[in-house]
Nanobody, 131 residues
Framework: VQLQASGGGTVQPGGSLRLSCVVSGLRFGFNNYAIGWFRQAPGREREGISCITAGDGSTYYTNSVKGRFAISRDNAKNTVYLQMNSLKPEDTAVYYC???????????????????????WGQGTLVTVSS
């Protein structure tokens, strides 16, 4: 399985970027897997921020990005996108995409996105938000 993330760069606060994740080699076909975006800021653990399911393409966002980021998928292109608007310096991180084994948990109105295991990770793309 290969996941190729791209689209990162340096942008000023308030700016926008669109990340792409091209996926190949999934055993049962791209259409049948949830895809998630995670990020890791310097000195911090990797955190899930958004995911999109297979089938009806339901989308989920953690509070840190809800209302600013939008995830979508193009099954014909085996690609998932993350449109990031109103970027903040705290969004600075390496962004990773991953496929399958993604858990979405809602507890006390806080949504958490986690990944089971270490399979199916892309190489990451760096997003820097700075003036």
């Amino acid at each position: 399985v290969q996941l190729q993330a791209s689209g990162g760069g340096t942008v000023q606060p308030g700016g926008s970027l669109r990340l792409s994740c091209v996926v190949s080699g999934l055993r049962f076909g791209f259409n049948n897997y949830a895809i998630g975006w995670f990020r890791q800021a310097p000195g911090r653990e990797r955190e899930g921020i958004s995911c999109i399911t297979a089938g009806d393409g339901s989308t989920y966002y953690t509070n840190s990005v809800k209302g600013r980021f939008a995830i979508s998928r193009d099954n014909a292109k085996n690609t998932v996108y993350l449109q990031m608007n109103s970027l903040k310096p705290e969004d600075t991180a390496v962004y990773y995409c991953t496929a399958d084994d993604i858990d979405v948990t809602l507890r006390n109105s806080i949504l958490t996105i986690t990944k089971k295991g270490d399979d199916n990770w892309g190489q990451g793309t760096l997003v820097t938000v700075s003036s």
